[in-house]
């Protein structure tokens, strides 16, 4: 049991990475990883310009058993929002804000699908 829950965090963080990299790429800025408030966690916190990307990373080593991305739910989705409402008081941010999901399947080859204002 123990080694499945490490296969698991080792191939969320390898996700993790993957977007991260994906994003900076992409020419977004990463603000923070990993962010924590409460119960709730935002994977990564990118800025571009003056929007603030709260992003949720879902990661599947394959799309045997459906789409990374249909593992965001409702309740995961109100955690996200609570997580980047105390970060935005935290830092006093002023400007726009959107909520993506990278989606990444690691497979060969790797396949990432970043899908923009995910919640609306």
């Known amino acids: ?25 992409q020419g977004y800025t990463i603000v923070r990883k990993n962010y924590r408030h409460r119960r709730a966690e935002v994977d990564i916190i990118a800025q571009k310009e003056n929007l ?9 080593g394959t799309d045997r058993y459906g789409y990374p991305e249909e593992a965001v739910n409702a309740k995961k989705e109100a955690l996200l929002l609570s997580a980047a409402e105390a970060f935005i008081y ?22 990432i699908h970043h899908i923009e204002d995910a919640f609306y």
């Open 52 to 60: 603030l990307i709260f992003v949720e990373v879902k990661t599947r």
């Open 1 to 25: 049991m123990a080694s499945q829950k490490n296969t698991h965090l080792h191939t969320g963080q390898a996700g993790e990475n993957r977007a991260a990299a994906y994003l900076l790429q």
């Open 90 to 111: 935290e830092t006093d941010w002023q400007h726009e804000i959107r909520f993506d999901i990278i989606s990444i399947t690691l497979n060969t080859p790797v396949s």
